[in-house]
């Protein structure tokens, strides 16, 4: 049984550009929630989808968005890219549109130069 | 907004000591409290969680009390090992079901 998978494992981006970033989640599991995780710090909440639809958003700007597909794995997109955006972004899958019981991926560590 | 404070930020205990760390939360509509463990490097992984119609749930060395008049819950970890050194992270959900973490506790195991 496949856990929840992201690609790319790393990535290096310039200021400004875009990036998007993939997960696919457990399975058995319809939902995908996207962190944050600074250096050193705990997962910060990004947005959670259900259903293809963004149901939960934490505080972060518009430049953050996402997509979830029919199959429930999911994309997040950071347009602008900013130095303070280099990070390690985790997506986590559960089930029902609920985060009980949910699952991480290994994360994507995001550099931006 | 949920607000979760997570103390110590380090623990240092030897080998088959008892480790606590202990959380406080804000939100009073918090019903879910996961505890991930982070090894270096690798994904947070969820290890025990508790909902808030439960004092106190255990499973073999670890266990998770959660005081709803306090706000305040706690893992304990028994007979510690050197494979339980790792960054330690408490959550709590909110009345939005948002997840919020603590800044994490970093467990250090000594042989």
């Known amino acids: 049984d496949a856990g929840v998978t992201q690609s790319p494992t790393h990535l290096i981006k310039t200021r400004g550009q875009q990036v998007t970033l993939r997960c696919s989640p457990k399975?058995?599991?319809?939902?995908v929630s996207w962190y944050q995780q600074a250096l050193g710090q705990g997962p910060q909440f990004i947005f959670q989808?259900?259903?293809?639809?963004?149901?939960q958003r934490g505080n972060f700007p518009d430049r953050f968005s996402g997509h979830q597909f029919p199959n429930y794995s999911s994309e997040l997109n950071v347009n602008a890219l900013l130095l303070g955006d280099s990070a390690l972004y985790l997506c986590?899958?559960?089930?029902?549109?609920?985060?009980?019981?949910?699952?991480f991926g290994q994360g994507t560590r995001l550099t931006v130069v | 907004g949920e607000n979760v404070e997570q103390h110590p930020s380090t623990l240092s205990v030897q080998e088959g000591d008892s480790a606590v760390i202990k959380c406080t939360y804000s939100?009073?509509?918090?019903?879910?409290f996961p505890w991930y463990k982070q090894e270096l490097g690798k994904r947070p992984q969820l290890i025990i969680d508790?909902?808030?119609?439960?004092g106190e749930k255990k499973d073999q060395r670890i266990a998770v009390t959660l005081n709803k008049t306090a706000k305040h819950f706690s893992l304990h970890i028994t007979e510690t090992q050197p494979e339980d050194s790792a960054v330690y992270f408490c959550?709590?959900?909110?009345?939005?079901?948002?997840?919020?973490f603590g800044r994490g506790t970093s467990l250090i195991v000594h042989p």
């Open positions: 399975s058995g599991h319809d939902t």
């Open positions: 986590a899958s559960s089930k029902g549109g609920w985060v009980t019981e949910a699952f």
């Open positions: 959550a709590g959900t909110g009345g939005s079901y948002i997840p919020t």
């Open positions: 939100d009073s509509a918090s019903n879910y």
């Open positions: 508790i909902r808030s119609n439960v």
């Open positions: 989808y259900y259903e293809e639809e963004e149901r």
